[in-house]
């Protein structure tokens, strides 16, 4: 399995005007290869959602994406911190650590990484004090 | 129904008046929290929201509403009109609340 396509993309920390661009910008490029529209939309919830939390909850962080020669997309989140202190509460829909601030403008539902792993093919999370990854595949319909 | 349709049944203000108001309705999505709507919305959707921030745009576009319906009079800024025009998001103001926003739309057969 080749990849044919890679891109890398910067979250900033507390930086709501840029909200979603990455994930726009994830979109766009699935979208300018005729890449499959229903698998495009679950890559775009997971993306918003994981790209949101890098900025509502880390301290920003970077985020890759590969296209594979068979149509998989793999998205690596990785952000530098403060971590999840628990994870199993942390995926328990409804349950949320975001600040007022975040509240305010709507996010803080604590659906975002339920929703996440809800649409996504394989979902890995890993997180210490000294950052979180978080792997999502998705494969195309067949 | 399109969104043409519905602003000329309903008297609804369109906000970003340069845009094409031909997309498609097929239903509508209520809601504030963006992970719910993320979460649940569907393609061609009007979204009925009282969020004004310029978050809404992301989301809309990236769960491919066909517009946004900014409900109960919450306070629409020239800032984020402009942004929905330069991202080709359709965004109407419904001036009632949400509920009756739901209503009105569901009379329509939306």
Redesign the interface.
């Known amino acids: 399995m080749a990849v044919i396509l890679h891109k890398d993309y910067k979250v900033e920390r507390d930086d709501y005007a840029a909200a979603g661009k990455v994930s726009s910008d994830i979109k766009q490029t699935l979208n300018s290869i005729g890449y499959d529209p229903k698998v495009m939309r679950r890559i775009a919830v997971a993306s918003y959602e994981s790209e949101i939390n890098m900025l509502i909850h880390a301290y920003g962080g970077d985020i890759t994406m590969d296209i594979m020669d068979d149509g998989q997309v793999k998205l690596v989140f990785k952000d530098p911190g403060p971590g999840i202190p628990d994870l199993e509460k942390a995926l328990t829909p409804g349950f949320s650590t975001a600040s007022e601030k975040a509240r305010a403008m709507g996010f803080g539902a604590g659906m975002g990484l339920p929703n996440i792993q809800r649409v996504t093919d394989d979902f890995d999370i890993q997180s210490s004090q000294d950052g979180t990854t978080l792997t999502l595949s998705f494969r195309p319909a067949k | 129904m399109t969104i043409r349709d519905l602003i000329e049944k309903t008297g609804w203000k369109l906000d970003t008046t340069t845009l094409d108001t031909s997309a498609e309705i097929s239903g509508a999505y209520c809601g504030?929290?963006?992970?719910?709507v993320?979460?649940n919305g569907e393609?061609d959707q009007a979204w009925i929201?009282v969020?004004v921030?310029?978050?809404?745009?992301?989301?809309a576009?990236?769960?491919?509403f066909s517009c946004v319906i900014i409900a109960d009079g919450a306070n629409v800024s020239d800032e984020l009109i402009r942004k929905c025009t330069d991202e080709q998001l359709v965004m109407l103001e419904s001036g009632i609340p949400a509920y009756e926003t739901a209503k009105v739309l569901a009379g329509l057969g939306i």
Not at chain 2, 61 to 64: K, S, T
Request: aromatic fraction near 4%; proline fraction near 5%.
């Open positions: 504030d929290l963006l992970s719910w993320m979460g393609p929201t969020q921030h310029s978050n809404v745009i992301a989301v576009l990236l769960r491919e």
